[in-house]
């Protein structure tokens, strides 16, 4: 929340979300150009449209989706395309200890997904294995959400 949110936890949020995938990224980055073929993908977040008490963590996350529109139109030339996902509600170890399966709270992210369930790592992982395939090379600088609707139904999932 704005109120509880410091500049220290704005730093660290930046740090994870966005310093971190800058450093990889230009430590990968010569290589891929040599190699005049790459593919990254980062994690965003379905938070970047607003999400109540996540104020530090959307925002990193949608500075990392402005970061992957920008950087992907350095290389493009190379054959080197950066996506971002950008996840919903997903059935994790910590969605799963704030959301225990059976609880009132859960049900009611599940209520407001319009797929009507949690998805699960495996369905992020589809959606990054296709954007990791070489046939994937004019699909860049996208964050593709992935997150049973909650984009546009409006809907947070808690």
């Known amino acids: 929340m704005l109120g509880q949110a410091t500049v220290e936890d704005l730093d660290y ?3 994870l979300n ?3 995938a800058v450093i990889l990224i230009k430590a990968f980055a010569p290589g891929m150009r040599e190699a005049k073929f790459g593919r990254i993908v980062n994690i965003s ?13 959307s925002a990193g996350k ?6 992957t529109r920008t950087l992907c139109l350095e290389p493009g030339g190379d054959a080197i395309t950066i996506n971002a996902l ?5 059935a994790t170890e910590l969605f799963d200890n704030d959301h225990p399966i059976g609880s009132a709270k859960r049900q009611s992210v599940i209520d407001s997904i319009p797929v009507k369930r949690v998805g699960t790592p495996d369905d992020i992982a589809r959606v990054a294995a296709f ?8 699909i860049t600088g996208q964050t593709i959400f992935v997150c ?4 546009v139904s409006g809907s947070g999932g808690a």
């Open 18 to 20: 966005v310093r971190a």
């Open 86 to 90: 950008a996840p919903g509600p997903v």
């Open 148 to 151: 049973g609707g909650t984009s």
């Open 62 to 67: 949608a500075a990392l989706a402005g970061i």
């Open 13 to 15: 949020g930046y740090a």
């Open 45 to 57: 977040s379905r938070a970047i449209l607003g999400k109540t008490h996540r104020t530090v963590y």
């Open 131 to 138: 954007l990791l395939e070489p046939e994937s090379g004019y």
